[in-house]
């Protein structure tokens, strides 16, 4: 048998993004991408602006399932020969380097209806299913680098670009400012991976040395940089500027952070804490009594 594993590939919120200079580009560019059809011969490049976050980035956004990606994108797939995609000219005035619109034109229906994880039904026949916890038919996924999902008894796609594991470890040595999300394991069913993964959690919060409220986490890390606090599958550290990261644990044990905009309301009723105890005393003037 062989072993297969598919990754959601997307854009990092964290990093350098791109957006439509005109409301009306959007629209015509989302209603076009709407058609699941080759697009090149009748494209004309619409204007974008460069969302500056310091941090730069090859693959700058989503739209409609098509991904906003750099030239450096494209040398790399062009390269690996990857089929049934296009790259439509994106317009900018900030800069020389060019960009452009991933569109996938290689739809798979490949999810297993009867073994993925079912939100709730629409209808009698036609599930919603969560696009974290998807079983997929292997033989379909067979020498498909790069694709799309059709949902079973429907058509309608699921708004992700798909890359088989050798192609994520060719982007991963290749471009920067994106995220890789495990979607399936041809050895890992989705409910193996959610007890991994609530085991993970449960053993992060048994394994802190004190506890305190969000406050006192926040104050902590601002005030040790580089130090993390912990709860489940959270995790918080300030950066050496004093900005404050939010992580969210992975199933392969990393953390994948953020700066975010605001946070989660769930988050600032959690229980937070520290695993070094070598650090204990260092946090007694940061609780509050």
């Known amino acids: 048998m062989i072993y ?5 590939l997307d854009y990092h919120p964290s990093f350098n993004s ?12 989302n209603d076009l991408l709407s058609q699941k059809q080759p ?9 974008v602006k460069i969302v500056d976050k310091g941090r730069p980035s090859d693959i ?7 991904l906003a990606v750099s030239s450096a994108t494209k040398e790399i797939l062009l390269r690996h020969n990857i089929d049934n995609i296009e790259f439509l000219p994106l317009r900018t005035d900030f800069s020389e380097e060019k960009y452009y619109l991933l569109h996938v034109l290689n739809i798979l229906d490949c ?21 974290y916890s998807l079983s997929l038919v292997e033989e379909n996924l067979l020498n498909q680098p790069m694709f799309r999902m059709k949902l079973p008894n429907r058509n309608t796609l699921l708004s992700y670009v798909y890359v088989s594991d050798q192609l994520m ?19 890992v069913s989705w409910r193996q991976a959610e007890e991994k993964y609530e085991r993970m959690c ?12 969000f406050n006192t986490a926040q104050d902590y890390v601002t005030k040790n940089v580089g130090k993390l606090v912990y709860s489940g599958k959270w995790s918080i550290k300030a950066d ?21 905009l605001y946070y989660p309301p769930v988050i600032l009723s959690l229980t937070w804490g520290i695993k070094e105890k070598k650090r204990m005393p260092l946090l007694s003037k940061f609780l509050r009594f």
Do not use: C, H, M
Not at 4 to 8: F, G, Q, S
Not at 18 to 27: C, G, Q, T, V
Not at 60 to 66: P, Y
């Open 111 to 131: 999810i297993d209806p009867i073994n993925s994880k079912i939100i709730r039904y629409i209808k009698d026949d036609i599930a919603e299913y969560d696009e």
């Open 39 to 47: 697009l090149a011969k009748e494209w004309s490049a619409v204007n």
């Open 18 to 29: 791109l957006d439509f200079n005109d409301y009306e580009d959007y629209r015509k560019v």
């Open 4 to 8: 297969l594993k598919i990754w959601l």
């Open 169 to 187: 470890q060719v982007l991963r040595g290749s471009i920067q400012g994106f995220q890789f999300i495990d979607i399936w394991d041809s050895e």
């Open 202 to 213: 449960q053993q992060i919060d048994l394994s802190l040395s004190q506890t305190f409220d």
């Open 60 to 66: 700058l956004g989503r739209f409609n399932g098509a």
């Open 240 to 260: 050496k500027q004093g900005e404050i990261l939010l992580g969210t644990l992975k199933i392969d044990g990393e953390y994948d952070w953020i700066t975010p």
